[in-house]
């Protein structure tokens, strides 16, 4: 398969509020996840949740994307590699795993900490509480922000002729997302 980076950039307009559970982990970059990283999560949850009273939620179906990789001491050519392993893809602010019952945060928060020490990409441990506190900063910010200059500012008006330095990207999100 191709690489198809477009499955990694931007925000996730689906999964990216808590459905199931009071707690979880939020990507905050796109990246991949493959089986490595899943089964590490994986032992975590069963070694540290005190399955009486909590349950933990995998947030995607099923590594499906292929990865190809070339033996080593190969010369150049001769086609494309086979397919070595698979991955999940995934955007930006989606939730990767929930966590919940009847449990506090305070027993909750060792065993995403542990997870998110796993995973190979920016991440942070959210509440709901935390999400509704993160979205009314982040509009408190663009409402009373005294700079005009902002990044959304100076593309859509391309100062200093910075527009034939940006992608198309830069025109979409003006620089949240990479």
């Given at each position: 398969?191709?690489?198809?980076v477009?499955?990694?950039?931007?925000?996730?307009?689906?999964?990216?509020?808590?459905?199931?559970?009071?707690?979880?982990?939020?990507?905050?970059?796109?990246?991949?996840?493959?089986?490595?990283?899943?089964?590490?999560?994986?032992?975590?949850?069963?070694?540290?949740?005190?399955?009486?009273?909590?349950?933990?939620?995998?947030?995607?179906?099923?590594?499906?994307?292929?990865?190809?990789?070339?033996?080593?001491?190969?010369?150049?050519?001769?086609?494309?590699?086979?397919?070595?392993?698979?991955?999940?893809?995934?955007?930006?602010?989606?939730?990767?795993?929930?966590?919940?019952?009847?449990c506090?945060?305070?027993?909750?928060?060792?065993?995403?900490?542990?997870?998110?020490?796993?995973?190979?990409?920016?991440?942070?441990?959210?509440?709901?509480?935390?999400?509704?506190?993160?979205?009314?900063?982040?509009?408190?910010?663009?409402?009373?922000?005294?700079?005009?200059?902002?990044?959304?500012?100076?593309?859509?008006?391309?100062?200093?002729?910075?527009?034939?330095?940006?992608?198309?990207?830069d025109?979409?999100?003006?620089?949240?997302?990479?």
């Amino acid at each position: 398969m191709m690489k198809d980076v477009h499955q990694m950039r931007g925000p996730e307009l689906i999964q990216n509020k808590l459905q199931y559970g009071d707690y979880g982990i939020q990507a905050v970059t796109g990246g991949r996840i493959n089986h490595k990283v899943s089964e590490a999560v994986r032992t975590i949850v069963i070694k540290q949740m005190d399955e009486k009273n909590m349950f933990a939620v995998w947030r995607f179906s099923h590594l499906w994307q292929s990865v190809t990789k070339k033996g080593q001491g190969q010369r150049m050519g001769g086609g494309k590699g086979s397919i070595d392993h698979y991955v999940f893809p995934f955007r930006a602010e989606r939730i990767i795993l929930e966590m919940g019952g009847h449990c506090e945060f305070v027993e909750v928060y060792p065993v995403l900490k542990a997870i998110q020490k796993e995973l190979p990409f920016l991440s942070r441990i959210v509440t709901h509480e935390k999400m509704a506190q993160r979205e009314e900063q982040e509009k408190f910010t663009e409402e009373n922000n005294l700079n005009i200059f902002t990044f959304k500012f100076c593309a859509q008006n391309n100062i200093l002729g910075c527009q034939k330095f940006l992608n198309r990207y830069d025109n979409m999100w003006y620089g949240k997302y990479r």
